[in-house]
């Protein structure tokens, strides 16, 4: 395995990746994403990406005058714990500083569901599936004295097994546009509770995941 700084050098080598120079001709664009939906296999790989993600917030910053988005974790990551439930962000807590020091975000993902007959959000969704970032706003209290910036770069409902009822996306619900946006009211609430999360961005729109997109 690379050092996660051999692996920043060779992710920002224009000979070897096209990363830079789509930087260099987008200015629009103020945070760059890196890996999307990582998975760490256990801590020690965490810390690791933890640095990789740090290194990158501050070359974006020093070398393109860009923010990273640092994190890009799926919905129902990282791992919290039973007991332990900061373990897996302390151990990305080198990125996060990262992010404070260099001007980077946060993203990740969040999915949840709201049932067929119309009730609120499944109340096993909160703080497990969706705010399950407020975990991080409480580590960020707790150990660091501050938050980091966070964007929910992907959300909506999706397939997940393990809610009653299970969460369908919203194209197998049956549901009209305007009734999958209208019961997402409730987390667009919740969301507002929290001045660090800049937002969220519904999946999806525009060509492509025809089981999420509001256009087809």
């Not at 919290?80 to 500083?97: D, H, K, M």
């Not at 305007?178 to 525009?206: C, K, M, P, W």
């Amino acid at each position: 395995l690379v050092s996660p700084d051999q692996a920043i050098r060779d992710a920002f080598n224009p000979a070897l990746s096209p990363v830079a120079s789509e930087i260099a001709a987008h200015p629009e664009i103020q945070y760059w994403q890196g890996p999307n939906e990582p998975h760490p296999e256990n801590l020690d790989a965490m810390i690791w990406y933890s640095e990789f993600e740090a290194l990158r917030a501050e070359r974006l910053r020093s070398e393109f005058n860009r923010g990273a988005a640092i994190g890009n974790f799926s919905v129902g990551e990282p791992d919290i714990p039973p007991g332990n439930p900061y373990a897996w962000w302390r151990s990305f807590s080198r990125a996060i500083v990262a992010a404070k020091h260099h001007g980077a975000i946060l993203g990740l993902h969040e999915y949840g569901y709201v049932g067929k007959n119309g009730e609120s959000v499944n109340p096993a969704c909160w703080k497990w599936y969706f705010c399950r970032y407020r975990w991080l706003n409480e580590y960020c209290d707790r150990e660091l004295g501050f938050r980091v910036p966070i964007v929910v770069s992907e959300f909506g409902w999706d397939n997940l097994k393990s809610l009653v009822p299970k969460g369908v996306p919203f194209r197998w619900s049956g549901k009209s546009t305007q009734q999958y946006a209208e019961s997402l009211a409730a987390v667009d609430q919740e969301y507002r509770r929290d001045t660090n999360l800049i937002g969220a961005a519904l999946f999806t729109a525009g060509r492509g995941w025809p089981d999420h997109n509001i256009e087809e």
